[in-house]
């Protein structure tokens, strides 16, 4: 085999895998290369870490990722509700291997100043560039869009997110999310981390 046959190969392998038919039901909300869809708040899903995924999707099933009265997460409660653990972990596999695509640009943030609040209060869970750590369970921020991370964060503060007692790992995140000043902070940090995800 030549060195494109190699290449081929290895392309089908991962980026072009087949994906799971579930994944059918997701594509209206997150997009066709689960890039995400601003207008229906729904994130990429596409190269966040798999076992962070797959967490979500039980939460989601369970109804200890948010708060009854989140109208937004409340859609993903049936989606999640009608899948199998087997069915959870394949998706996650799929969409984990799928190379993320740009995200819209923060409007209001200084990224350079959001470098040393990210730094020095996020970085060591959530990697430098804000690409996740999976031994910390900590996921991916760097390919979400920055209203998308402006939400989770606040929801996380006002305890929407990260307050259920089997949610252990959303709490570790809710005891971090006072560590930001003020709105103006946490325009600055998501104007960081969005400087680290794929640029256009
Ligand atoms: C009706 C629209 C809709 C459909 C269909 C949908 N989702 Fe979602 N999904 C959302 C929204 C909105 C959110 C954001 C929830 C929030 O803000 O907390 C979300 C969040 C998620 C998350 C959490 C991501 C993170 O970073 O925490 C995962 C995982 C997910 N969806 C997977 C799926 C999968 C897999 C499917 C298909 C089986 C699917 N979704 C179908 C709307 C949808
Ligand atoms: C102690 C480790 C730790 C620190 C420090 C930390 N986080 Fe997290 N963060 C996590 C974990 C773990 C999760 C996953 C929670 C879950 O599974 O629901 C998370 C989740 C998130 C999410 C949700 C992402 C999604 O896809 O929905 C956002 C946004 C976030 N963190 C932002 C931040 C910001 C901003 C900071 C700095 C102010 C920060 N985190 C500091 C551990 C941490």
């Known amino acids: 085999m030549g060195r494109i046959g190699l290449l081929l190969a290895l392309l089908s392998s991962t980026a072009f895998a087949q994906a799971p038919s579930e994944f059918a039901t997701c594509v209206a909300c997150h997009g066709a290369q689960a890039q995400g869809i601003e207008a229906m708040n729904a994130p990429q899903l596409a190269g966040q870490n798999a076992d962070y995924l797959v967490r979500q999707l039980q939460g989601f099933k369970t109804n200890t990722r948010n ?82 991370l402006t939400r989770q964060y606040q929801q996380f503060a006002d305890k929407k997110r990260g307050f259920h007692a089997d949610d252990k790992y959303g709490r570790q995140m809710q005891f971090m999310s006072s560590a930001l000043p003020d709105e103006q902070t946490i325009a600055d940090v998501v104007a960081f981390i969005q400087s680290q995800g794929v640029q256009e």
């Open 67 to 148: 708060s009854a009265d989140d109208a937004i997460a409340a859609t993903m409660q049936p989606m999640a509700a009608m899948l199998t653990e087997a069915q959870m972990q394949n998706l996650a596999n799929y969409l984990s291997q799928l190379p993320p695509q740009p995200t819209t640009k923060a409007a209001s943030g200084d990224a350079n100043r959001g470098y040393k609040y990210y730094q020095g209060s996020c970085g060591a869970c959530h990697g430098p560039k804000a690409e996740g750590n999976p031994m910390l369970h900590a996921p991916n921020l760097a390919i979400l869009s920055p209203a998308y």
